[in-house]
């Protein structure tokens, strides 16, 4: 992997990742663009004890462009985007519109691939290999700015998770804080700890291991429909042995990697019927893509617990509950934060296994 950093016309950083070393990556950005101005701050809720990110700024952002107007395509003659090059493999470039900006934490685009109509699940292995380089490298590195605590890339796919970009590309959040879903995840880390003196983590993957949930096992990865799943359609993701974030990963899980999310992936393409995606005239499954690694702050308030006790893992997940349908956060979810699942995970899981590639 070659890394070349440079700055877009309004300071922004943006990364080029490629898979040759020779590549050259010298286009500078010819756009007249002001000094990027953010209004992001963080906000407590007294009651709850989360984070809100008000941001304001982010209401003029770019929705919907046609195609040949893609912010995030290759720069080709007088049209002019976020990338400066007239090609590339990944990129990565801060948001022009991020969430969180300056103290109130980070907000980067990542790039999979410069073709616009493809897709996460269209990547080659060796593609799909220098994605998870870019996401381990940005982990890394953002990981070292003073007001971040917790680093998570992540991937929305579909107009119904609200996805305003078409071009196949996910984000990376740094937050300054511990997230609140991850503070969950701690307090019951720590709780089973004192309890049993084991790790949860380990007891849920061997269990889920041995259980009918399983969608897909192989030597480094394990992935399954887990038990209490919140989604219609929700898979876990562990490497089979424990590192708390992407950094910790070997390199035979890294190699796997690839072969293992790409048919995850497609197998969501084809749970709502067995074409591109489902039934005639339905688009590709929507999805939200979520790893969850370790905070890098301090760990204070879970007594007992330590980084190397998290277990990164990803959730793939989707809003689709049946062909032509949508689950939705109604009531009981949005006031009450207590999902109710129309799809077994046990019949989810069997579906999973059944469009398995030939």
Request: hydrophobic share 35%.
């Amino acid at each position: 992997m070659k890394k070349t950093s440079t700055r877009l016309a309004d300071g922004r950083e943006l990364i080029y990742y490629d898979s040759r070393d020779d590549a050259v990556r010298d286009a500078i950005d010819q756009r007249p663009l002001d000094p990027i101005a953010t209004t992001s701050e963080i906000r407590r809720d007294p009651l709850l004890g989360d984070a809100v990110a008000i941001a304001s700024h982010r209401q003029g952002r770019t929705y919907h462009p046609p195609a040949d107007e893609c912010p995030l395509c290759p720069s080709e003659g007088e049209r002019l985007s976020e990338v400066p090059d007239s090609s590339y493999d990944v990129v990565v470039f801060e948001n022009r519109f991020p969430s969180l900006a300056g103290d109130a934490g980070r907000c980067e685009v990542v790039c999979f691939t410069s073709d616009h109509d493809s897709s996460f699940a269209d990547l080659t292995q060796e593609q799909a290999g220098l994605v998870l380089d870019a996401w381990t490298d940005r982990t890394a590195e953002l990981s070292h700015l003073p007001s971040v605590q917790q680093v998570f890339c992540f991937e929305n796919r579909g107009a119904e998770i609200g996805v305003t970009l078409g071009h196949p590309h996910g984000q990376i959040y740094a937050y300054p804080f511990v997230t609140p879903r991850t503070s969950l995840m701690l307090r019951s880390l720590a709780a089973h700890k004192e309890a049993t003196g084991r790790n949860l983590f380990d007891d849920v993957v061997a269990e889920e291991s041995a259980g009918e949930r399983v969608v897909l096992e192989t030597e480094q990865w394990v992935a399954f429909v887990p038990h209490a799943a919140h989604w219609p359609y929700e898979v876990h993701l562990y490497p089979k042995r424990r590192v708390p974030d992407l950094l910790g990963l070997d390199e035979a899980a890294r190699t796997e990697f690839p072969q293992v999310y790409l048919e995850l992936l497609r197998r969501f393409d084809r749970i709502f019927g067995e074409g591109e995606g489902g039934t005639e005239g339905e688009a590709l499954t929507p999805y939200i893509a979520a790893w969850h690694q370790a905070p890098f702050g301090a760990l204070e308030e879970h007594e007992g617990v330590n980084r190397d006790d998290f277990a990164l893992h990803l959730e793939l997940f989707t809003i689709r509950r049946t062909s032509g349908k949508l689950k939705f956060l109604a009531g009981s979810e949005s006031g009450m934060s207590v999902f109710i699942n129309d799809v077994p995970p046990e019949a989810a899981a069997q579906r999973l296994r059944e469009v398995a590639s030939s």
